[in-house]
């Protein structure tokens, strides 16, 4: 008997099902680490929901040149990704039925998402002319703010 598939299936369960003494910020803040290559304690992830979609920044609290890099490759390659529908990342930190992620992911084709580098960190900014979209945005961005807790704000 293979016992490969049993241990990868609790090993999962470890780690996605939360600790009954965690709150669901911690257990996102763990997550995040699996994702997210630069310090949680060294930045902040801000939301901004605007008319047309939204902006997505991370900036670093002191400038450290190391984490300042590790935030804009990362929010590089997510941009790439939400670009094609791919919001694999957020959906392994939040769960796969995060608000507006389905949504987004089906409408990518008509999200224009655009990554540009800031002086302490970078940002990701999405425009879409479809309302469904823009509350999907809107819906998501909630969503990620409530689960970072202090570690985001809108």
């Not at 040149?65 to 990704?81: P, T, Y």
């Not at 945005?137 to 202090?150: C, E, K, N, T």
Request: overall charge positive.
């Amino acid at each position: 008997m293979n016992l490969r598939p049993l241990a990868a299936l609790a090993i999962a369960a470890a780690v996605f099902a939360p600790a009954s003494a965690q709150t669901r910020q911690q257990v996102i803040r763990e997550r995040s680490t699996h994702i997210m290559p630069f310090s949680m304690d060294a930045t902040m992830h801000q939301f901004r929901p605007t008319k047309t979609g939204g902006l997505m920044v991370v900036t670093v609290h002191d400038g450290d040149a190391r984490q300042v890099a590790l935030v804009r490759a990362h929010l590089q390659k997510e941009a790439a990704a939400f670009a094609l529908g791919n919001y694999a990342d957020p959906a392994y930190i939040h769960g796969k039925n995060m608000p507006g992620l389905a949504a987004l992911s089906a409408g990518a084709k008509r999200i224009a998402v655009r990554y540009a580098p800031l002086a302490e960190g970078a940002t990701i900014t999405f425009q879409t002319a479809d309302p469904r979209l823009i509350s999907a945005l809107h819906r998501w961005f909630a969503a990620q703010v409530s689960d970072h807790g202090h570690d985001a704000m809108m």
